[in-house]
């Protein structure tokens, strides 16, 4: 059974980082869509994500704040965020897809739990 699981959330003060962690359980892909989204599994956006080719996507309000990284070995997922703002408080949910990235998001076929990151001003 495919499991994502979230961790390094928290709660920090404006213009601090925090690194998030999701880590695949029982993965059986090897070429497959993952990534970090919000107002997971009803109504995702996207806030960055790695397709099957690499090709890497931020939503335009993270770009250059955010850094989604992958180590395979470890069929893990992490999303680095630098300079965070309140407005970047929210749940972030880890979510994956065999394949491509579907371009209706609410389609991805994994999604973890969540978790709640909260800045401060």
């Known amino acids: 059974q495919v499991r994502l699981v979230e961790s390094g959330g928290g709660s920090v003060e404006a213009g601090g980082s925090l690194r998030l962690s999701c880590e695949a359980f029982?993965?059986?892909?090897?070429?497959?869509?993952i990534g970090w989204f919000r107002h997971a599994p009803d109504e995702p956006e996207r806030v960055a994500s790695i397709?099957?080719?690499?090709?890497?996507i931020y939503a335009d309000d993270v770009k250059g704040q955010f850094t989604i990284s992958r180590d395979k070995a470890k069929n893990t997922l992490y999303l680095q965020m630098d300079k965070l703002k309140p407005e970047d408080s929210g749940m972030f949910y880890c979510?994956?897809?065999?394949?491509?990235?579907?371009?209706?998001?609410?389609?991805?076929?994994?999604w973890g739990k969540g978790i709640l990151v909260t800045i401060s001003s």
């Open positions: 029982g993965y059986p892909y090897t070429s497959y869509c």
């Open positions: 397709d099957t080719d690499d090709e890497i």
């Open positions: 979510g994956s897809h065999r394949g491509n990235c579907p371009l209706r998001l609410r389609t991805m076929d994994y």
